[in-house]
């Protein structure tokens, strides 16, 4: 729905199209649709999080405001919804299958739906380019505990992926989780992976944290970014299973996801734990929708970039 009638906006709403109508130098996303929640690991709902936040995106034009970024001109492309059904293991291989078709033009946007997706749109990915990406990860938690046969649930997905990625070339931004014990860190650490609490990005402040995540994971010819929505205070993200009393500013990530976005060659985004029934006010789908909107506006940046268009400039 647009808010406004005004000529000289560009809309979200309008910039949907066919894929056949995609063409060639055009900046363009494709759109699936995950909503699981039989793996959520603490309260249920995060089914209803794609249409919400996609509701929330088709309100909103295409300038990308603060970051004096216009999208006017890309497309975006419906790739529909996977097929969810009772039985993870087939659903976990639908999604899989549906990320490795998506067609070379398009960049996957992948709304979810539970953690748990992040675990077979990687290796889609991994089908679809030959090799994993590399994995940026924002979230409280590290979802990296062993899984159990028959209790299967979000919270392992970074331990089950542990046959394809490179931990080396893997951060985890916003860690604050009080569910673990140091054995995690040590862990984590130990594989090579980067990892940031909001303590430590707030004392070395937010560039720092962009520049080092961007050096860690830079000799990965792709990147994979996860946004799981508890990475934020429940102040700023009340809708979704596991709230988080001492989480990131949704400043701090919507501009983190814009800054690699416009700096790492990124393969694909996935938003996931956006659970609208916890959430009445809307709040925490509208955040989900600016962190879409920014790493749009990330890749049109890098693309226009590459192609020696110049974009405006945000004074310093």
């Not at 659903?91 to 299958?97: G, V």
């Not at 380019?129 to 590399?134: E, F, H, K, T, V």
């Not at 970074?158 to 490179?166: A, C, I, N, S």
């Amino acid at each position: 729905m647009k808010v406004v009638q005004d000529p000289s906006v560009a809309w979200v709403a309008d910039a949907w199209c066919a894929e056949a109508d995609v063409r060639p130098g055009d900046v363009a996303f494709g759109f699936l649709r995950v909503p699981l929640d039989y793996a959520v690991s603490y309260r249920p709902g995060t089914r209803f999080g794609p249409t919400a936040i996609l509701a929330e995106l088709g309100e909103w034009s295409l300038f990308c405001t603060d970051k004096r970024v216009s999208l006017d001109g890309v497309r975006l492309v419906d790739l529909g919804e996977v097929d969810v059904v009772h039985s993870l293991e087939t659903t976990y291989a639908r999604i899989r299958s549906a990320v490795a078709s998506i067609g070379p033009a398009l960049t996957p946007v992948v709304l979810g739906g539970d953690h748990s997706i992040s675990d077979p749109v990687v290796r889609g990915l991994a089908d679809r380019l030959g090799s994993a990406p590399a994995v940026v990860v924002f979230d409280a938690h590290f979802d990296s505990r062993d899984p159990v046969p028959g209790k299967e649930h979000s919270g392992h997905w970074m331990r089950t992926l542990g046959d394809v990625v490179d931990y080396s070339l893997v951060a985890q931004v916003g860690i604050s989780s009080y569910l673990y014990s140091d054995a995690y860190l040590a862990d984590a650490e130990a594989n090579g992976v980067l990892v940031r609490t909001p303590y430590e990005i707030r004392r070395a402040g937010w560039p720092a944290l962009v520049d080092e995540v961007c050096a860690h994971v830079s000799a990965a010819p792709a990147v994979y970014v996860s946004v799981d929505i508890d990475c934020l205070d429940q102040t700023a993200a009340p809708g979704t299973s596991a709230v988080n009393p001492i989480g990131l500013l949704p400043y701090e990530v919507v501009d983190a996801v814009f800054e690699l976005a416009s700096r790492l060659p990124i393969v694909g985004l996935d938003v996931v734990e956006v659970s609208p029934p916890l959430d009445p006010s809307g709040a925490t789908a509208r955040v989900a929708a600016a962190i879409v909107l920014n790493f749009m506006a990330g890749t049109v940046v890098r693309s226009r970039t590459a192609a020696g268009i110049q974009t405006l400039e945000v004074p310093a």
